[in-house]
């Protein structure tokens, strides 16, 4: 199990930053950002962790994340 803390909110920027403090990681630090683009808008998320060998296994959880969030996003509020 993961224990997250939220590490900064900005709705101004539309910014969220978090952290990982209990789970397989010796450091871990992610930020969510939007930004507007065109008529639409760009979704960000980075994340910086260590050990760096956990990075392999982190990738298919943050794209399938990211794949919610554009589910739930695109879905027809009617």
Known sequence: M?????VDL???SRRLVWSIVE??????NA???VF??????RFVWTADLLPHELAES???MMERGVAVIKQTLERDPG
Do not use: S, V, W
């Open 2 to 6: 993961l224990r997250e803390r939220l």
């Open 23 to 28: 789970g397989p990681y010796a450091h871990h």
């Open 10 to 12: 900005d709705d101004r």
């Open 36 to 41: 507007a683009e065109g008529a639409g808008a």
């Open 31 to 33: 930020a969510a950002q």
């Open 58 to 60: 982190t990738a298919p």
